[in-house]
C-alpha cells in the first residue's frame, strides 16, 4: 500500500492565495485568556496552527477550509470565514 505523508498528499491540492485577505485571525486575548488546551494545534488536518512564542500563529495559506478548528475552539478565540470567492482551496486528485 501506498502511503504518502501528509505534506505530499496536500501537495496535490492547488490554492489561490487571496493576498492581505486572511480568512483566519487569531484573537490573541481571549486564546490566553480562555484556552487551556491549545486544541487547533492538535485537529487541525493540514497543520495550519503553530505556536511559537507563546503566540498561537494561523498560516491560513494552506487552510483546507473545513472548519475544524472552529469546532475544536472552545474559546471562541478564532475568526474564521470562507476566502473570497475565487480563492482558497482548490481540492483536486491525482
Same mark, same amino acid.
Given at each position: 500500500? !501506498? $502511503?504518502?505523508?501528509? +505534506?505530499? /498528499?496536500?501537495?496535490? !491540492?492547488?490554492?489561490?492565495?487571496?493576498?492581505?485577505?486572511?480568512? &483566519?485571525?487569531? *484573537?490573541?486575548?481571549?486564546?490566553?485568556? /480562555? @484556552?487551556? !488546551?491549545?486544541?487547533?494545534?492538535?485537529?487541525?488536518?493540514? !497543520?495550519?496552527? %503553530? #505556536? =511559537? *512564542?507563546? $503566540? &498561537?500563529?494561523?498560516?491560513?495559506?494552506? @487552510?483546507? #477550509?473545513?472548519? +475544524? @478548528?472552529?469546532?475544536?475552539?472552545? %474559546?471562541?478565540?478564532? =475568526?474564521?470565514?470562507?476566502?473570497?470567492?475565487?480563492?482558497?482551496? &482548490?481540492? $483536486? %486528485?491525482?
Amino acid at each position: 500500500m !501506498n $502511503r504518502l505523508p501528509v +505534506t505530499e /498528499k496536500l501537495a496535490v !491540492n492547488k490554492y489561490e492565495l487571496d493576498e492581505g485577505h486572511p480568512h &483566519i485571525a487569531v *484573537n490573541e486575548e481571549v486564546c490566553r485568556a /480562555k @484556552c487551556k !488546551n491549545l486544541a487547533c494545534l492538535y485537529v487541525c488536518p493540514a !497543520n495550519v496552527y %503553530s #505556536e =511559537q *512564542n507563546g $503566540r &498561537i500563529m494561523a498560516d491560513w495559506a494552506g @487552510c483546507l #477550509e473545513c472548519g +475544524t @478548528c472552529l469546532v475544536a475552539c472552545p %474559546s471562541d478565540a478564532l =475568526q474564521w470565514v470562507y476566502p473570497r470567492g475565487g480563492f482558497g482551496v &482548490i481540492y $483536486r %486528485s491525482g
